[in-house]
């Protein structure tokens, strides 16, 4: 998997999983979770846009992860 397909990859899980958390828990926006991370939105967004292919630092990833109540390998990889 290249780079390009690692960011996309978890910049739909980020999204898929956060709307799935706003369905099953509470409203989960992109603003609500850049800040319970510590990242400005345009990070997140930035995460889950196509049009954009930033990284992601590790300790971000994992607070998204707790927060998202998800493990790290769901947010990697490709959903079935």
Do not use: C, H, W
């Amino acid at each position: 998997m290249s780079d390009n397909d690692l960011f996309d990859t978890i910049g739909q899980n980020v999204s898929y999983y956060r709307k799935l958390y706003s369905l099953e828990k509470e409203k989960m926006t992109q603003e609500r979770l850049a800040e319970m991370v510590g990242v400005s939105t345009s990070v997140i967004g930035g995460l889950e846009s196509k049009k954009v292919n930033q990284g992601i630092s590790v300790p971000t990833l994992y607070r998204i992860s707790v927060i998202l109540e998800v493990s790290i390998d769901k947010l990697v990889n490709k959903r079935k």
